[in-house]
């Protein structure tokens, strides 16, 4: 029996001994929806949402990007994702162009303005996170993205 087949009845919805709150997606799922509360109260006053910031960090990281490679990166349908760049590049926070390699494909990179923004949002997202933190170990936070990294490449498959 392989790590994939192995039984884990205390995760499973229909063993007897199952817990909800010990479901590591509830937990998961409670603890995202809850940051990106406090996110979003913290960069409304900068007319940024979560989903701009993801996509404004992924440009930073990346350069320049295709619609679909941002959508992919930020785990978004590509629909959502074109609108919301849609919407940024309204506000001139990106740049959209037509692929040089392939005129089908539209490339987002960051304008000034979204740089800058970006330098700004960047701040109080540290905020955010630096009380998520709070009291927890370097090495825990190390092993909780070793783990989700795993769990994610196990559903990607």
Do not use: C
Not at 73 to 78: G, I, K, Q, R
Not at 85 to 93: E, F, H, K, S, T
């Amino acid at each position: 029996m392989n790590d994939h087949q192995r039984s884990r009845t205390k995760f499973e919805f229909a063993h007897d001994n199952f817990e909800f709150d010990q479901w590591p997606f509830y937990n998961m799922s409670r603890l995202i929806s809850l940051y990106h509360r406090r996110l979003d109260v913290a960069l409304k006053p900068l007319g940024i949402d979560t989903p701009r910031w993801r996509i404004l960090s992924i440009l930073a990281k990346r350069g320049t990007a295709s619609v679909t490679e941002v959508s992919e990166e930020a785990v978004m349908l590509m629909s959502t994702t074109a609108k919301i760049i849609r919407r940024m590049a309204d506000q001139g926070l990106v740049g959209t162009s037509v692929s040089q390699r392939d005129a089908r494909s539209v490339e987002v990179s960051l304008t000034p303005l979204g740089a800058e923004t970006l330098a700004v949002v960047q701040r109080k997202v540290d905020a955010v996170a630096a009380r998520s933190f709070l009291d927890v170990p370097e090495t825990d936070i190390d092993a909780l993205n070793a783990t989700t990294r795993k769990m994610y490449a196990n559903l990607e498959i």
